[in-house]
């Protein structure tokens, strides 16, 4: 079993529409975990970090689940430049790699 | 610019030719990440440094492969004669201990 497992996609959703994305991780005890956004032939950046309670930034929101060990990413009002693919990544204490999802990949249509 | 840089962007060798890439980090970063992405896949972990101190290197890399940070700074990935699945895209990223990671814009490896 892979340690970040995402659905790859491809999610071809309308513009204004709402899509989430979920992913799992095996490890119980990773304790930080972020999304990251990688456009075509670029490097992947930073959208939002995690937090166990929870956290919305404009019309992105992230959960957390621990007890599923499951992270989810919703995007409301879709726009055409949210087109991209998503990474999850989690960070587990005492072995600090950042460990990557495949990612999902979002087509937002006109 | 103070984001994380990667030299050279391009590189294409010969089978078999040693390479060397180049990864400056953002100044006061003291973790420094490698990781390999090809086509349709999420970023490979390759190796890890805290300051100067390799603390863990994936299995996934050969004894071909060798990453330095002498002085906790910059960092070098070396890879030696060159197999034509090394072709991939090389990504540094540093962070300050456990914050987010901030990724350079990677140098693209062709092994022709």
């Known amino acids: 079993r892979k340690e970040v497992e995402q659905d790859p996609g491809p999610f071809n959703v309308p513009e204004g529409a709402t899509v989430a994305f979920n992913c799992t991780y095996s490890?119980?005890?990773?304790?930080?975990f972020f999304w990251y956004r990688q456009d075509c032939r670029k490097e992947p950046k930073l959208l939002m970090s995690?937090?166990?309670s929870g956290n919305e930034d404009g019309r992105f929101t992230a959960q957390l689940n621990r007890a599923s060990q499951y992270i989810s990413l919703l995007i409301r009002d879709s726009k055409l430049s949210d087109s991209a693919t998503y990474l999850c990544v989690v960070n587990n204490f005492g072995n600090e790699k950042l460990t990557f999802g495949t990612g999902t990949r979002l087509t937002i249509i006109p | 610019d103070t984001g994380v840089s990667q030299n050279p962007r391009h590189k294409i060798t010969k089978r078999g030719q040693n390479v060397t890439f180049r990864c400056d980090p953002i100044s006061e970063h003291n973790r420094l990440y490698w990781y390999r992405q090809t086509l349709g896949q999420g970023p490979e972990f390759l190796t890890y440094?805290?300051?100067?101190?390799?603390?863990?290197k994936s299995r996934l890399l050969s004894d071909r492969f060798s990453a330095e940070r002498p002085k906790g700074s910059f960092s070098t990935l070396e890879i030696q004669r060159t197999e034509q699945g090394d072709s991939a895209m090389y990504l540094c990223?540093?962070?300050?201990?456990?914050?987010?990671?901030?990724f350079g814009q990677g140098t693209r490896l062709t092994v022709v």
């Open positions: 990223a540093s962070s300050f201990s456990r914050t987010e990671a901030f």
């Open positions: 995690v937090y166990s």
């Open positions: 490890n119980s005890a990773s304790q930080s």
């Open positions: 440094f805290q300051n100067e101190a390799q603390l863990e």
